[in-house]
């Protein structure tokens, strides 16, 4: 994408909001589950081109936006109908650009249930955070939305975004701008790589499954999709600032009753100078990932916040 593409972007996401869109985003399975109720599903409106990403009919849209959306590449021919290539998602008043159903491409952007509990899990740390906020920065910030949750709460901070992904941070850049948030920077950073200094906050919601096709959104890396969760913690525990936190939600492989995560997580929080706390939010999400190869002696996915404060 272009910077005129970009712009077109936010445009139309000007223009959902003006028509209040809204479209809370499922589970790929609950997605796929919807579009197959309908033998030969087609788009009768917005919400169903943007957040259901239904094919649609030229005549669903007016002359002059058709031209200039296929033209920014956000909608592409597919027979005699078209395609959004991006799909819109609600987050209470924010709008978020990601990439379209089915998030198939090595690049995808990917949001969904996760991001929306990832988000709670930040709201519900501010909330109950009284020190001050200077710098922040979201790890693998996929679409931005921690970063903006952070930005938004805290209008005198210095917030970053970062990821390795550069469709992920174009739309990053899009939603940031729609969102209007002028404290929020945007970079190219493998983790914290490429960013100097220490931060008041750390959030990162990594992927953490183990994904035959390795998609940037998905595969965590290591037996269970945890490598990449744990590269995380040890690159940002040296990063904190006195009282400064990471606040990491990830995934939990449970095999037998144990946590190889938190098994692994444990060696490097021994260390007196920092405090923690481990928290299953949802015992069992994406149980079909369990017919996995890889996946045999795995009872279950939990949804965990790993919370590490630095006190001295």
């Not at 805290?154 to 404290?183: C, F, H, Q």
């Not at 999709?225 to 040890?234: A, D, F, P, W």
């Not at 006195?242 to 060696?267: C, H, S």
Request: proline letters at 5%; charged letters at 20%.
């Amino acid at each position: 994408m272009t910077y005129q593409a970009d712009q077109t972007l936010v445009q139309l996401g000007r223009r959902l909001q003006a028509d209040g869109y809204r479209f809370v985003t499922p589970t790929p399975l609950t997605h796929q589950r919807v579009l197959a109720r309908s033998p030969v599903p087609c788009a009768v409106d917005l919400r169903d081109v943007f957040g259901w990403s239904m094919p649609f009919d030229s005549s669903l849209m007016g002359a002059v936006e058709l031209s200039q959306l296929q033209e920014a590449g956000i909608l592409r021919q597919e027979g005699g109908l078209l395609r959004s290539t991006i799909r819109w998602s609600s987050l209470g008043d924010l709008l978020l650009a990601h990439s379209a159903y089915p998030t198939q491409e090595a690049d995808a952007v990917f949001f969904g249930p996760d991001s929306y509990r990832f988000a709670r899990a930040i709201t519900d740390y501010l909330n109950q955070r009284f020190e001050p906020i200077e710098r922040a920065v979201d790890i693998g910030c996929g679409t931005g939305v921690g970063a903006l949750l952070m930005a938004r709460a805290r209008p005198d901070a210095r917030v970053l975004a970062v990821d390795i992904n550069p469709r992920a941070l174009r739309l990053s850049a899009v939603n940031a701008e729609l969102a209007e948030t002028r404290n929020l920077s945007i970079y190219h950073s493998d983790l914290l790589d490429s960013i100097e200094g220490r931060f008041d906050l750390i959030v990162a919601n990594p992927p953490y499954m183990n994904d035959s096709r390795q998609r940037a959104y998905r595969h965590g890396g290591g037996g269970l999709g945890e490598h990449l969760s744990l590269r995380i913690l040890q690159a940002a525990l040296p990063r904190l600032n006195v009282n400064g936190a990471l606040v990491l939600y990830t995934g939990a492989a449970i095999v037998k009753g144990r946590d190889p995560f938190l098994e692994a997580a444990r060696p490097l929080l021994l260390d007196a100078s920092y405090g923690w706390t481990y928290r299953e939010l949802d015992p069992d999400v994406f149980g079909e990932e369990l017919d996995q190869p890889g996946y045999e002696q795995v009872e279950r996915i939990a949804v965990v916040v790993l919370t590490v404060t630095r006190l001295r």
